[in-house]
């Protein structure tokens, strides 16, 4: 038998199944974004889901368009009073952010403490009481 007439083995690779991937064990790179958190900035405005079919028309149009768009069966929507927005007219609005709102800013007095004390003593977690004697500890020492 010469080399031409041998029958080709197939390997062990051709025949190996593809790993079947459940959703819980993705490799790290197939894994797909997360659906980013919706923040609602006007507490107004009601959150609601199209159900039926029932003609429903967003009451913005789409920059360049001449027309209302309609709001779909399933779509979140945003309502108040008559007014019904979707949710991409409503981030071009305003109404929508993707981040929490920030903290308020820190006031006036903390903004003094932290001139007063430096940047390494305000690295220390101080609680109001041992603040409140560190102050009055200096002003007795300085009695201008």
């Not at 900035?41 to 028309?57: C, M, N, P, T, Y």
């Not at 981040?99 to 003593?121: C, H, T, V, Y």
Request: proline letters at 8%; one cysteine or more.
């Amino acid at each position: 038998m010469n080399d031409s007439q041998k029958s080709v083995r197939p390997d062990a690779d051709d025949f190996a199944r593809p790993i079947l991937r459940s959703p819980k064990n993705l490799p790290v790179a197939a894994e797909t974004p997360r659906t980013p958190r919706i923040f609602l900035r006007e507490a107004s405005w009601q959150i609601s889901v199209k159900r039926g079919s029932d003609r429903l028309f967003c009451y913005q149009t789409v920059p360049g368009d001449s027309h209302y768009h309609r709001i779909m069966d399933g779509e979140v929507f945003l309502t108040r009073d008559d007014e019904k927005i979707c949710l991409p007219c409503a981030e071009r609005r305003g109404l929508l952010a993707f981040e929490p709102k920030k903290l308020r800013e820190p006031s006036a007095a903390i903004n003094f403490l932290m001139e007063q004390l430096g940047d390494d003593e305000m690295l220390r977690l101080l609680s109001w009481e041992q603040l409140e004697e560190e102050f009055q500890a200096e002003s007795e020492e300085d009695p201008d």
